[in-house]
């Protein structure tokens, strides 16, 4: 069974960068949409950021500007690089990988990511 693995979460100051990475154990074959979701404590799971297989992205409003994605299908990994990062983006962060056939949604275990002085 394949599994995502995340890595690149942690602490740092408002201001700061951090990049996280998502790889997946096997192949994924078909695969149509990557993504990278957060949830914090007592909200619900929100879309951070999403890349389509023909390379279109998508951001949430709070990420845009801040945050970019990136994504490659042929070795089933996706990024996301964090640059000014607030407070307020701290969360759990879980990539997401989604293949059409057969269709699957393939979630990692998430990765902690704490904005604080």
């Known amino acids: 069974q394949v599994q995502l693995v995340e890595s690149g979460g942690g602490l740092v100051q408002p201001g700061g960068s951090l990049r996280l990475s998502c790889a997946a154990s096997g192949t994924i074959f078909s695969i149509y949409a990557m993504g990278w979701y957060r949830q914090a404590p007592g909200k619900q799971r929100e879309l951070v950021a999403a890349i389509a297989s023909g390379g279109s992205t998508n951001y949430a409003d709070s990420v845009k500007g801040r945050f970019s994605i990136s994504g490659d299908n042929a070795k089933n990994t996706v990024y996301l690089q964090m640059n000014s990062l607030k407070p307020e983006d701290t969360a759990v962060y879980y990539c997401?990988?989604?293949?059409?056939?057969?269709?699957?949604?393939?979630w990692g275990q998430g990765t902690q990511v704490t904005v604080s002085s």
């Open positions: 997401r990988i989604s293949a059409t056939w057969p269709r699957v949604d393939y």
